[in-house]
């Protein structure tokens, strides 16, 4: 196997054990896909990977990360800030 190829799998199994210690179900039941999103974004882990590991296009990934920003603006800004 070429290095470019083991890296690849290497990559592969990381994404899979991110995506199955993700699924783990919290104490009421199963972690919703946009607070799983919004955890490896604010890990500080980008677009483009977060995407690979949950198996979403970029954009999707991108969408709900703007929806959850727009969410607490709004919520933090209902008292004026």
Not at 20 to 29: F, T, V
Not at 42 to 60: F, T
Request: proline letters at 5%; zero cysteines.
């Amino acid at each position: 196997m070429s290095e470019g190829k083991s890296l690849e799998h290497i990559l592969r199994r990381l994404n899979i054990l991110i995506s199955l210690e993700l699924e783990k179900p919290a104490p009421g039941g199963k972690v919703p896909m946009a607070a799983r999103i919004q955890r490896l974004y604010d890990l500080g882990i980008s677009v483009s990977a977060i995407a690979q590991i949950i198996n979403k296009p970029a954009n999707y990934v991108t969408a709900t990360i703007s929806q959850r920003r727009k969410a607490r603006r709004k919520k933090g800004g209902e008292n004026g800030d």
